[in-house]
């Protein structure tokens, strides 16, 4: 079980960071943190409707796997005295 532990405590720390880089990279909708650091002067420069698109999906299936690993070390921790 503690290599499980393990095992999950990494991807959780890997998904993480990938996670905050995926937000990062999304294209700012206006009005936000992103237009403070010059996000809004960067629109000619933003990314077509398809990598946009691959671009949610990608963070939408980390973010799954993101929880799925918190939730696995709870259960692990939970159960883990008995």
């Given at each position: 079980?503690?290599?499980?532990?393990?095992?999950?405590?990494v991807?959780?720390?890997?998904?993480?960071?990938?996670?905050?880089?995926?937000?990062?990279?999304?294209?700012?909708?206006?009005?936000?943190?992103?237009?403070?650091?010059?996000?809004?002067?960067?629109?000619?420069?933003?990314?077509?409707?398809?990598?946009?698109?691959?671009?949610?999906?990608?963070?939408?299936?980390?973010?799954?796997?993101?929880?799925?690993?918190?939730?696995?070390?709870?259960?692990?921790?939970?159960?883990?005295?008995?």
């Open positions: 079980m503690d290599i499980l532990q393990l095992v999950l405590q991807l959780l720390g890997i998904t993480s960071l990938l996670l905050t880089l995926l937000i990062l990279l999304h294209k700012g909708r206006g009005g936000g943190l992103s237009d403070m650091f010059g996000g809004g002067m960067s629109s000619a420069m933003g990314s077509s409707g398809l990598a946009e698109r691959n671009l949610n999906r990608f963070t939408i299936i980390l973010a799954l796997v993101w929880f799925v690993a918190i939730v696995a070390l709870g259960l692990i921790t939970k159960f883990q005295g008995i």
